[in-house]
Antibody, heavy 119, light 108 residues
Framework: EVQLVQSGAEVKKPGESLKISCKGS????????IGWVRQMPGKGLEWMGI????????RYSPSFQGQVTISADKSISTAYLQWSSLKASDTAMYYC????????????WGQGTLVTVSS | SYVLTQPPSVSVAPGKTARITCGGN??????VHWYQQKPGQAPVLVIY???DRPSGIPERFSGSNSGNTATLTISRVEAGDEADYYC???????????FGGGTKLTVL
């Protein structure tokens, strides 16, 4: 069974750093792309970027380039999304998502990680 | 960057047909995917590559794509179809995914 299991909810202060994770299982982790999607409270889905764990090829959506870092450790089948200095506006639910390639659809989603940034 | 436009809301009576549109410049030349998201849950794929249906998705869900508009059609709408629906494409010019703003389907 394919599963994407994300790390738990986080509460952080502005300026702090954060790295959240997404562990894949039940499939060949290096053969599929992993994407990250943001959903701010009460708002729609926003595509942040994708990574191919097989060779760490990473693509960022323009709005998120330079704001976050996407990485992966294929030895433990885990992808990451990290911030070096959080802002209150980073408060959102973050989903990881699996896709075979562009322009394929997302066929599996993680359960989401809620990040709250508040002083 | 490529922009997808969806109506914020669509309302339909049970048993009727709901149509949710997704507008974009020459979207007919792209592959469109549709996701359903219920409150507190992750999205679920309901239509991919314009009109294909994943296993487990009822035949009541169908899709089309031509010109500047893609459409998700839900026939014989049920109360359980009430959710937010998002269209999605790949913007090949900048090599990233794009979602529409989402449409809230209300079953009256």
């Amino acid at each position: 069974e394919v599963q994407l299991v994300q790390s738990g909810a986080e509460v952080k202060k502005p300026g702090e750093s954060l790295k959240i994770s997404c562990k894949g299982s039940g499939y060949s982790f290096t053969s599929y792309w992993i994407g990250w999607v943001r959903q701010m409270p009460g708002k729609g889905l926003e595509w942040m970027g994708i990574i191919y764990p097989g060779d760490s090829d990473t693509r960022y959506s323009p709005s998120f380039q330079g704001q976050v870092t996407i990485s992966a450790d294929k030895s433990i089948s885990t992808a990451y999304l990290q911030w070096s200095s959080l802002k209150a506006s980073d408060t959102a639910m973050y989903y990881c998502a699996r896709l075979e390639r562009q322009p394929a659809p997302v066929d599996y989603w993680g359960q989401g990680t809620l990040v709250t940034v508040s002083s | 960057s490529y922009v997808l436009t969806q109506p914020p809301s669509v309302s339909v009576a049970p048993g009727k047909t709901a149509r949710i549109t997704c507008g974009g410049n020459n979207i007919g030349s792209k592959s469109v995917h549709w996701y359903q998201q219920k409150p507190g849950q992750a999205p679920v794929l309901v239509i991919y590559y314009d009109s294909d249906r994943p296993s487990g998705i009822p035949e009541r869900f169908s899709g089309s794509n031509s010109g500047n508009t893609a459409t998700l059609t839900i026939s014989r709408v049920e109360a359980g179809d009430e959710a937010d629906y998002y269209c999605q494409v790949w913007d090949s010019s900048s090599d990233h995914g794009v979602f529409g703003g989402g449409t809230k389907l209300t079953v009256l």
